[in-house]
Structure formats: structure tokens, C-alpha cells
């Protein structure tokens, strides 16, 4: 008798060598996830098992398998050589003591000529006989005794079904650049495309001394807590100083936002480039604030060719939160540092920028060199969790 967990793979309609790549992709991040703990994974069809590990480990691989993309579900479970009286005593060993339940039973392994609901009556009746208090309801029961009799001479027995996060493996839908603030919104949005299995490298621009070492360092562990999910992330910390002086400086201020974010775009863009990234991302939500009109979005959408993914576009904020306060980035995010958005704010930003108008007015600014200039100064932090 072995404890062992059971991996069930979500979205497996993918086929042919899509769902090799898939897969595999799934197995090694698995593996990553578990890196620090001692265990053996093993691959099966349609599923995977994490065997050999210490009983104390359990819940610490399940809590971090949890967070695995791809992953439809996962039941700790007992494994045994196919024998009836062992099936027999597994299934007593983890039913509870009162309530109603059922057993089920999957026969893989045709060789077993009795059947599957003769199967489970025997068992059901056993159990009934060792733990009186239980009953069975075959429609409306507490907890569900699963034996899963595989073709290969083992069974599995287990009562947890634990919902994983589902979605796709992080790195097989290719790679992205992540506008990440210390905002409530963009580490969701970070979550949200890492789930369609999109590797993330995160940037960040960080107007020192304007904004404090704290504020980094909050951006810093949003993109640890981020990477439990995504895996390890790559943050590029941008000094934006210079930038938003210049601005200040040269343009109307009403027009501030509206051109920072043009630049926060160049760069990200330059910087994705350098990583092998096909898109950026960002958390904006459309008619949030003053920059997230149509218009404000087409106007920081024009200076680049690279597409933008808005993931939370069509979020209501209370949705955000939720999600937020679900993947453990929300009591960060509220942290309250300034963020360099906040340092510089205008009173009354433009809410419906023209683009002409916005073009003519960065053309006093020397745009190419403050663009290299903020990509030579990058400060690059390997974030994982
Ligand atoms: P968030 O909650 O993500 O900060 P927000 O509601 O504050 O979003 P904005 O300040 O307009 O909205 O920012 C919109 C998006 O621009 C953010 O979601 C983020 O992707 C990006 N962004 C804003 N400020 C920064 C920054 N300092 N560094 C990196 N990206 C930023
Ligand atoms: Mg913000």
C-alpha cells in the first residue's frame, strides 16, 4: 500500500503532437513546481502520479500542484497491486465514520470479469459492515469512495476530487512582456494570460526618488507571488525619472498620461523584443480612468506594432478584486506605496486624446534617445516563489 497523488490533465481534446508538446510541457513544469520537495513523477495516460515522497510532504505538493496551469484535478490516493481483500481494506481506511456515501468503481482492467457495480456493492457492503454509522445513498451522499482498477495491475483508491486551476501550461502558448504595476489590476491580468500558458517576463517603471525602494520591493514580491503560478518570472525595473521630468517639462500637463504611456509601451515593446516575446500585456480595463478610453488606447496602441493583450478589458473592478484577493496578490496590492503613475498625476488628464494632437506635442521630445536611454538602464531581478 502506497500514498500517491493523482494528476488529472485538463483540456485534452488537444491532440496528435499538440498534445505531446502539451504534456510534456505540463510534466516539467510539475517538476518545477516541485523542485524543493523529494518525490518521483510519473507519466500515464491522461494523468500523472507524484509517487515516493514523505507523508509529510503531502500537502505541501498538493498546495503547489494546486497552482499548476493545465491541471484539471487532484486526489491524493492510495495505490495497491489489483487484490480485493487489499481494495477492500484501502476503501475502509479512508471513508469517514458517519454520513452517506457511495462507492465507485472503474474497471480498466478487463481481465477482472465481475462488474463494476458488483464490484462496488461488495466493497459498499464491508465498509457498511466495519462502519455502522455510515449509509449508503447512491444520488445524495457526503463523500465518494473512487477505485480505479487500471489495466496495468494497480488500483487506485481515493474519496478527494481537489479542483486544479485548469488552463494551459505556462510556455506553450509562447512568451510575454507584462506591464506590471503595484496595482490591484495587472498582476491579475499577469495570471490571467500565464493560465492560456503564456510564459511571463514582467517590466516595471520605477521613478526614483519619487518613488520609494518599498514600492519596489512590493513589485518585487507581486511578482514572486505571480510566479507560483507562472513559473519563474524575469522583472526589468525601468527608470522612468527622466522620462516623466521631460514631459512635465516640454508638454501640457493635461497631456502627461497620455504620452508616459506611449512610452511605457516603446519600451516594453524594445525589451520584449530582446526576450523572444510575442505580445505585451497590461491591466487596463476599458473606461477605468482617463487612459483607458477608446481613444487613450488607440493612441498608445499606434506607437508600437507589437499586439497588446487586455485580459480584464471587460471587468468590472469588484470582478479584479475577486480574483485578486483568490490568487493571494490583492493584500499586496494594496499596499500603499506610489506608484510612478501617481507621483506626476495631472488634475484633469485628457480623457479623449487625439492622436494628431498627441503626436505633434511629444514631437519637442527627443523620443529615441530617452527610449535607449531607459532600456540601457534596466535593472533585470529574477522573481520565483
Ligand atoms: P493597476 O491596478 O494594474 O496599477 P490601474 O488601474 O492603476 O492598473 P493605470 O495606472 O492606468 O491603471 O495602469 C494601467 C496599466 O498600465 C496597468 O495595469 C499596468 O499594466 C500598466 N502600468 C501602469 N503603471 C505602471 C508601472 N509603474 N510599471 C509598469 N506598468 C504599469
Ligand atoms: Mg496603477
Do not use: W
Request: aromatic letters at 10%; a positive charge; hydrophobic letters at 40%.
Amino acid at each position: 500500500m502506497e500514498n500517491i497523488i493523482l494528476i488529472r490533465i485538463g483540456e485534452i481534446f488537444l491532440k496528435g503532437s499538440n498534445k505531446r508538446f502539451f504534456e510534456n510541457r505540463l510534466l516539467n513544469n510539475i517538476k518545477k513546481s516541485l523542485y524543493r520537495i523529494k518525490c518521483k513523477i510519473v507519466k500515464a495516460h491522461n494523468r500523472c502520479f507524484i509517487e515516493n515522497f514523505q507523508p509529510s510532504d503531502q500537502e505541501e505538493i498538493v498546495y503547489r500542484l494546486k497552482k499548476v496551469f493545465g491541471i484539471h484535478s487532484i486526489s491524493p490516493a492510495i495505490k495497491i497491486p489489483t487484490d480485493f481483500e487489499g481494495i477492500k481494506q484501502a476503501a475502509l481506511s479512508i471513508s469517514p465514520t458517519q454520513g452517506f456515501f457511495r462507492v465507485t468503481v472503474n474497471r480498466a482492467d478487463k481481465r477482472i470479469v465481475k462488474r463494476s457495480m458488483d464490484i462496488a456493492a461488495e466493497i459498499g457492503a464491508f465498509i457498511l459492515k466495519q462502519k455502522p454509522n455510515l449509509k449508503v445513498n447512491l444520488f445524495e451522499y457526503d463523500f465518494e469512495i473512487n477505485v480505479d482498477i487500471r489495466e496495468e495491475g494497480f488500483s487506485y483508491i481515493f474519496c478527494e476530487k481537489i479542483a486544479g486551476q485548469g488552463g494551459l501550461p505556462v510556455g506553450c502558448s509562447g512568451k510575454g512582456m507584462l506591464l506590471l504595476s503595484g496595482g490591484i489590476d495587472s498582476p491579475v491580468a499577469g495570471y490571467k494570460i500565464a493560465k492560456r500558458g503564456v510564459e511571463l517576463f514582467a517590466v516595471h517603471f520605477y521613478s526614483y526618488p519619487y518613488t520609494s525602494e518599498n514600492a519596489k520591493e512590493k513589485v518585487i514580491d507581486l511578482a514572486k507571488k505571480l510566479s507560483e503560478y507562472a513559473g519563474e518570472i524575469t522583472l526589468f525595473v525601468v527608470p522612468f525619472t527622466e522620462i516623466q521630468y521631460q514631459i512635465k517639462e516640454k508638454c501640457p500637463i493635461s497631456y502627461l498620461i497620455a504620452i508616459m504611456r506611449r512610452f511605457m509601451v516603446r519600451i516594453a515593446e524594445k525589451l520584449a523584443e530582446k526576450n523572444g516575446c510575442g505580445a505585451i500585456i497590461t491591466g487596463e480595463s476599458l473606461g477605468q480612468v482617463a487612459s483607458q478610453t477608446m481613444e487613450s488606447i488607440n493612441s498608445t496602441n499606434s506607437v508600437i506594432k507589437m499586439p497588446v493583450f487586455r485580459p480584464l478589458i471587460g471587468y468590472d473592478k469588484i470582478e479584479i478584486i475577486d480574483i485578486a484577493k483568490n490568487i493571494g496578490t490583492y493584500d499586496l496590492s494594496i499596499l500603499p506605496f506610489e506608484d510612478c503613475c501617481t507621483v506626476f498625476t495631472p488634475q484633469d488628464p485628457v480623457i479623449r486624446p487625439k492622436l494628431e494632437e498627441v503626436q505633434k506635442i511629444e514631437s519637442v521630445l527627443d523620443v529615441n534617445k530617452l527610449v535607449d536611454d531607459a532600456v540601457n538602464g534596466v535593472e533585470t531581478i529574477v522573481c520565483r516563489s
